[in-house]
T-cell receptor
Framework: DAGVTQSPTHLIKTRGQQVTLRCSPK?????VSWYQQALGQGPQFIFQ???????QRGNFPDRFSGHQFPNYSSELNVNALLLGDSALYLC??????????????FGPGTRLTVL | GQQVMQIPQYQHVQEGEDFTTYCNSS?????IQWYKQRPGGHPVFLIQ?????EVKKQKRLTFQFGEAKKNSSLHITATQTTDVGTYFC???????????FGGGTRVLVKP
């Protein structure tokens, strides 16, 4: 039973560039949420995708966008990168139905460094 | 939105000793979840509490939800080096399947 996977594990970009991060949810899960975790802080909710649509969004600018594919995998895109975008980006998957819809499983994360 | 504050921010514990970390809110919480993140790792779900005064145990870990559902605690007995990491509390909001995390308590264990 594969858990949540993310790629790449590490990424270095320069200011102004664009980046795409990828996530494959846990087998049987249909909902993907993205979180940003700055160093020394708790994860902050970016947005969530379900049925290929953005269902909920946190307090992040439009530079952050995403997509969900028919196989439930998801991408997070960040445009016009700023130094402050340097963080660990976590993907979490969950199931929209069943007994534990409130349990989210986190992937290993992508460490993004913006220079 | 619901905000949760965690104290202490850092906890240095001698191996074998007990410690407690706290999660506080100014508003009534519908639930509280606890996660553990090892250094260099990702958050791993530990438990969820939903009932007023609820107490749950996982081996040396005891989780409690306050009677007023405004605070929660995690107590670890006989701390081991494997307990090193950051412990986060988080509130799950059903409308949107969204987790709001506290700032975490970073635990260091002195052997």
């Amino acid at each position: 039973d594969a858990g949540v996977t993310q790629s790449p594990t590490h990424l270095i970009k320069t200011r102004g560039q664009q980046v795409t991060l990828r996530c494959s949810p846990k087998s049987g899960h249909d909902t993907v949420s993205w979180y940003q975790q700055a160093l020394g802080q708790g994860p902050q909710f970016i947005f969530q995708y379900y049925e290929e649509e953005e269902r909920q969004r946190g307090n992040f600018p439009d530079r952050f966008s995403g997509h969900q594919f028919p196989n439930y995998s998801s991408e997070l895109n960040v445009n016009a990168l700023l130094l402050g975008d340097s963080a660990l980006y976590l993907c979490a998957s969950s199931n929209s139905s069943g007994a534990s819809t409130d349990t989210q499983y986190f992937g290993p994360g992508t460490r993004l460094t913006v220079l | 939105g619901q905000q949760v504050m965690q104290i202490p921010q850092y906890q240095h514990v001698q191996e074998g000793e007990d410690f407690t970390t706290y999660c506080n809110s100014s508003t009534t919480l519908s639930n509280i979840q606890w996660y553990k993140q090892r250094p260099g790792g990702h958050p791993v779900f530990l438990i969820q509490l939903v009932k007023s005064g609820e107490v749950k145990k996982q081996k040396r870990l005891t989780f409690q939800f306050g009677e007023a559902k405004k605070n929660s605690s995690l107590h670890i007995t006989a701390t081991q080096t494997t307990d090193v990491g950051t412990y986060f509390c988080a509130v799950f909001k059903a409308a949107g399947n969204k987790l709001t995390f506290g700032g975490g308590t970073r635990v260091l264990v002195k052997p």
